[in-house]
């Protein structure tokens, strides 16, 4: 039986573990207590006025119907002089599953998550992804987002360059897990799609 191919960086249950136990995330902090913090430094308070923008006058609201304070759009898989893949993340997530994604072997590609922030800021934003292959894990990485002030614009992350793996071994098809979530382990959104290794686009 063959050894299941590594698309990059497999994290250690253990060191994973290891990471999250000494990692304390700050205390969640409102706009108002950021605002009011150090409000007797000229610099600092207008420099987190033009941070904050448009949330520093209240809550922005971008969906009133929806309590959520992070709205997961869109995830496009970007490759360099080709038209963006993208899984529209608003619609039935069970259907994901049946677009599978077309990648050339050994490409270098990027994953964008566009989403919208209401309400008030999210701290710690983070994407972990898992890859699996005939049910057996062949990839996990965890990406730090960062913290985000409502707006009524879509932001987005997008994550650092990563290489397809290539050869006769590596083609075939890969489901992914996919998580949304933050510092104090709120899940924003959690979703899985799949995607095929092949030797050509075309293919």
Not at 115 to 143: A, C, N, S, W
Request: hydrophobic share 30%.
């Amino acid at each position: 039986m063959s050894e299941p191919v590594a698309l990059g960086h497999v994290d250690s249950v253990d060191d994973e573990l290891d990471i999250e136990s000494r990692y304390k995330p700050p205390p969640e902090k409102s706009i108002e207590q950021i605002l009011e913090a150090d409000k007797e430094d000229e610099s600092l308070r207008k420099y987190k006025e033009t941070l904050l923008g448009e949330a520093k006058t209240g809550g922005i609201i971008v969906d009133p119907n929806d309590p959520r304070k992070v709205i997961v759009k869109k995830l496009a898989l970007c490759v360099q002089d080709r038209p963006d893949m993208e899984l529209d993340l608003t619609s039935d997530l069970s259907q994901l599953k049946k677009q599978t994604f077309v990648i050339k072997e050994g490409v270098s590609y990027k994953i964008r998550i566009d989403f919208i922030v209401q309400r008030e800021i999210v701290h710690g934003l983070k994407y972990v992804q898992k890859t699996y292959r005939l049910g057996v894990p062949v990839d996990k990485m965890t990406h730090m987002v960062g913290s985000y002030p409502p707006k009524k614009e879509i932001q987005s992350y997008t994550t650092p360059a990563e290489d397809a793996p290539s050869g006769v071994m590596a083609r075939g098809s890969y489901s992914v897990s996919s998580l949304f979530t933050d510092d104090d382990k709120h899940e924003h959104l959690k979703w899985e799609w799949t995607f095929d290794i092949k030797k050509d686009w075309k293919e």
